[in-house]
């Protein structure tokens, strides 16, 4: 009698501990795990704040002319982080950077961020800023292998350009559907053309929450910057 007890404690304790972290992980994703969400303070004091991995992107956010949107305005922001903006940049013998093809094209090479004017900045920045809060639960899903079931949704840009945003839910055991859940932004060149393919960015952490807005950072991937920074290196090169 006495080990069927034990049991049921047992038991109960594992219930509880489900439950509590069943309750707890909506809050914030690093990946499917929880961080600490809240900062106090405006989104350009949050990016200050972490110059790993965002002081590159604080400047340009200085370079652009928007430090007033970063820190008054109710913003959504999918952030790049550096190592976005330095790989894009890049060196003389990185193929495809922007130095390299500067270099090959016997043009002066950037060295440092101030050599990019400020409205190319910003018009690549605004790709990634949404007007007002959303957090993850406020966006719908997306399965890449049913976009015509589950394909996300379309939204506006700071700029007026359209991103395709979306939320994949992991599958557990075979169980579509129930694990973690990952948000992706896609730029999205031509309305017109709703059969395109889109190059697919995923989220590392989301729903930061500054004072005036929400963060999702973006994973690593070396060319998120613009969304595509091809568009931006192309626009330099053709100046």
Known sequence: MKISINRIYLLLGFVLLFGLAACKRD???IDGGKAKAEFDGT????LKSKPVPFDTIARIVKL????????QQDITFFAPTDYEVK????SVTQIGSLNNRLFSAG???VKTLSDIDGPIWAKYLQRHIFK?????????????????????????A??????????????????????????????????????????TYMVSSSDIKPRNGVVHALQLSGDAFGLGSQDM???????
């Open 43 to 46: 989104m350009l004091d949050y």
């Open 87 to 90: 790989t894009m940049i890049g």
């Open 132 to 156: 007002g809060t959303k957090k993850l639960a406020d966006y719908p899903q997306y399965d890449p292998a049913l976009p015509a079931v589950y394909g996300g949704q379309d939204y506006y």
């Open 64 to 71: 652009a002319g928007m430090e007033d949107v970063f820190n």
């Open 158 to 199: 700071y700029n007026n350009t359209v991103a395709r945003i979306g939320v994949i839910y992991g599958d557990v055991g075979g169980v579509k559907y129930i694990g973690y859940r990952q948000l992706t932004i896609a730029y999205v060149a031509d309305l017109s053309n709703t059969q395109a393919t889109f190059f």
């Open 27 to 29: 809050n914030y994703y």
């Open 107 to 109: 043009k002066d090479t």
């Open 233 to 239: 290196i192309v626009e330099i090169l053709l100046k």
